[in-house]
Nanobody, 125 residues
C-alpha cells in the first residue's frame, strides 16, 4: 500500500527556517518523481518543488528559488523540503506527492498519482 506521510509543519516566524519531511511507503524512489505542492487559504493548490527520478534534477517555483531546498534520501525513503527565510506568503498546507515519471520536472498536479494528507505551515510573528 502506498503512503506519503508529511511531517514538520507548524508555526514559524518570518525569516526563520523549517524543514518538512515526506516519508514514502510502498514506492521505489528510483522510478517515481516527488513533488511538493502547497495550498494557501482560499487559493488553488500550486507546485512548489519537484525532483525527477529520470535525472535527479530539482525544480522550484520562482517565489521559493534560493530559499527552499528539496532533498531525497533513497535509503530512508524520505523527501525533505528545507524552507529558509520563510515569508508570510509561504503559509499554506504543504502536500507531498508522487508519480511514475520518466521526464524532467515540472509535473502538473493532474499528473501526480499519490498524495499525502498535508502538513500546515503557519507564518506569524
Amino acid at each position: 500500500q502506498v503512503q506519503l506521510v508529511e511531517s514538520g509543519g507548524g508555526l514559524v516566524h518570518p525569516g526563520s527556517s523549517l524543514t518538512l519531511s515526506c516519508a514514502v511507503v510502498g514506492l521505489d524512489l528510483r522510478y517515481y518523481a516527488i513533488a511538493w505542492f502547497r495550498q494557501r487559504p482560499g487559493q488553488a493548490r500550486a507546485g512548489v518543488s519537484c525532483v525527477a527520478n529520470s535525472d535527479g534534477s530539482t525544480r522550484y517555483v520562482e517565489s521559493v528559488e534560493g530559499r527552499f531546498t528539496l532533498s531525497v534520501d533513497k535509503t530512508k525513503k524520505t523527501v525533505d523540503l528545507q524552507m529558509s527565510r520563510v515569508r508570510e506568503e509561504d503559509a499554506a498546507v504543504y502536500y507531498c506527492s508522487a508519480t511514475y515519471w520518466d521526464r524532467p520536472c515540472p509535473i502538473d498536479e493532474v499528473d501526480m498519482k499519490y498524495w499525502g494528507s498535508g502538513t500546515l505551515v503557519t507564518v506569524s510573528l
